[in-house]
């Protein structure tokens, strides 16, 4: 048994001609604010409340702003006039509560360069460790921090798999 699917239920009938209900509302409501307005108030006062009260009245009937009615727009920016906001993030920025230290280095008498040690953080030892490789793959690294690299990776590499530890196992 088939049944019939009701279709286009969103769109609304034409009553007044080209003009459904709530249009014919609209307009008619503008058309009479814009008559009472004419009547009572001098012509230079009236003109621009007239094209003000006829713009709101076409937009109200006509206009769709992302597919949703305009009456919904203006009922939104109203309560969003009306109501308490609720800001949730604030970018203060924290001042530095740790002095920069500013000094010079003595160079070295080697002239060698320096090869801090890593305690910092590992954040830290890992940027240096990539640093390391870079300048190995240039060839502009020195025999002492080749060394370095090779003596502290395990430190640098923090993660370690099933398959480095069966490694280390057998050996």
Do not use: C
């Not at 459904?20 to 008619?28: D, E, I, N, P």
């Not at 727009?73 to 230290?101: C, D, M, Q, T």
């Amino acid at each position: 048994m088939q049944f019939q699917v009701p279709q286009f239920i969103e769109v609304e009938d034409k009553i007044f001609g080209p003009l459904t209900f709530k249009q014919f509302l609209y307009v008619g409501g503008g058309l009479g604010a814009s008559y009472i307005l004419w009547r009572i108030l001098p012509i230079y006062l009236a003109g621009p409340l007239i094209l003000s009260v006829g713009g709101l009245a076409a937009g109200l009937a006509f206009f769709r702003y992302n597919g949703r009615p305009f009456i919904l727009g203006l009922e939104h920016a109203f309560y969003f006039f009306l109501r308490s906001k609720l800001y949730l993030w604030n970018n203060a920025r924290k001042k530095n509560v740790i002095p920069p230290i500013v000094g010079k280095l003595a160079p070295r008498e080697d002239g060698e360069m320096y090869v801090p040690k890593l305690s910092d953080s590992k954040l830290h030892e890992l940027s240096w460790s990539l640093d390391i490789k870079e300048r190995i793959a240039q060839g502009v690294v020195s025999d002492r921090e080749r060394e370095a690299a090779r003596s502290e990776g395990d430190i640098v590499a923090p993660i370690r798999t099933a398959r480095d530890l069966l490694q280390k196992n057998e050996a």
